[in-house]
Nanobody
C-alpha cells in the first residue's frame, strides 16, 4: 500500500527556514502529482503547494508564494518543501499527499496522506 513519511519539521524563529521532506513508497512516484497541505489548530486543512509529475510545474497558495519552494526527486521518491522567511501563521502540521483529480487547492482531491510533521514558528 501507499506510504508517505514526512520528516524535517521542528521549532524555528520568525524569519527562519526549514525544509520538510516526504518519502513515498508503494506507488510509481514519478507518475503522480504531489502536494503539501497544512492544518493549524482549530482550522481546516489547507493547500500549500503542489508539483506536477512532468515538467516540474508548481503551484502555490498565495500566502506562501515567494517564500516556499516545492521540489521533487523522482529517483528518491521524495518531495520537498523548502520554507523560508517563516511567520507564526505558518505554524501547523504539514502533510504531503498524492494528488487525485480536480482542483489542486482542495484537500478532498488528494488520495493518500502521510502522518504529518509539526512546524512551529515562534514570534
Amino acid at each position: 500500500q501507499v506510504q508517505l513519511v514526512e520528516s524535517g519539521g521542528g521549532l524555528v524563529q520568525t524569519g527562519g527556514s526549514l525544509r520538510v521532506s516526504c518519502e513515498a513508497s508503494g506507488l510509481a512516484f514519478a507518475a503522480y502529482d504531489m502536494g503539501w497541505l497544512r492544518q493549524a489548530p482549530g482550522k481546516e486543512r489547507e493547500f500549500v503547494a503542489a508539483i506536477r509529475r512532468t515538467g516540474g510545474v508548481t503551484l502555490y497558495a498565495n500566502s506562501v508564494k515567494g517564500r516556499f519552494t516545492i521540489s521533487r526527486d523522482d529517483a528518491k521518491s521524495t518531495v520537498y518543501l523548502q520554507m523560508n522567511r517563516l511567520k507564526p501563521d505558518d505554524t501547523a502540521v504539514y502533510y504531503c499527499a498524492v494528488y487525485s483529480s480536480g482542483s489542486y487547492y482542495y484537500a478532498k482531491n488528494y488520495q493518500s496522506w502521510g502522518q504529518g510533521t509539526q512546524v512551529t514558528v515562534s514570534s
